[in-house]
Structure formats: structure tokens, C-alpha cells
């Protein structure tokens, strides 16, 4: 499997589908089903029946798991979208975004 070029925390732009062109920060990844989790994108909504535990009901809204192709890491410099490769310095293997040369972890 090839190595993550997107982690958690990281800060990313949606290139593609109705949340095209916002920017969030990514909570969760799921690499095996080549999905994540984006803070405040791709809000889904889930309208809920009274119960024992929520007597009021209502309507629940939470961010949704998005492919992770339609995102790209967001360029340290700009916060434009960037792709990413990976460079040995130090001997430690780091993320650079491509467009800037900016190392993303340090």
C-alpha cells in the first residue's frame, strides 16, 4: 500500500462536488476504504424519531466521510490546493508540497 500522503489534522482544499473550492481540517482518515472525515464539509443531516434516550427528536447534522481523491493538502504558503511528495531530510522522511517546496511535517 502506498504511504498516506494525507494524515489527520491536516489542513485540506475539496476540489470537486458541491463543497468545492472549502477548506477544512481532516479528523479522521480511513485509508482502507480510501476515505476521510473533514471538519465543517460535506455536512449530512439525519432526521431522528423521539426515543428514550433523545425524548425531543430532531434533526442531527455531522460531517460525512468523502472519497479521499476529491481533496487535496492545502499549500502551507497560500492554502492553495498542492500535491505531495516525500523527500529525505536528515535522514527522515518528510511531506513537501509540490507547488512551494514547503515541508508539511517537520
Not at 498542492?82 to 518528510?94: A, L, N
Amino acid at each position: 500500500m502506498a504511504a498516506a500522503k494525507i494524515k489527520k489534522g491536516d489542513k485540506v482544499v475539496v476540489l470537486s462536488g458541491k463543497d468545492k473550492g472549502q477548506t477544512g481540517t481532516v479528523s479522521k482518515v480511513m485509508p482502507k476504504e480510501g476515505k476521510l472525515i473533514v471538519d465543517g464539509v460535506n455536512i449530512a443531516t439525519r432526521h431522528r424519531k423521539p426515543d428514550q434516550a433523545n425524548p425531543q427528536g430532531g434533526i442531527d447534522r455531522f460531517a460525512a466521510a468523502m472519497p479521499i481523491c476529491k481533496v487535496a493538502l492545502a499549500d502551507p504558503k497560500d492554502g492553495k490546493p498542492t500535491r505531495v511528495r516525500f523527500e529525505q531530510q536528515d535522514g527522515k522522511k518528510v511531506r513537501v508540497a509540490v507547488k512551494s517546496g514547503e515541508t508539511i511535517d517537520g
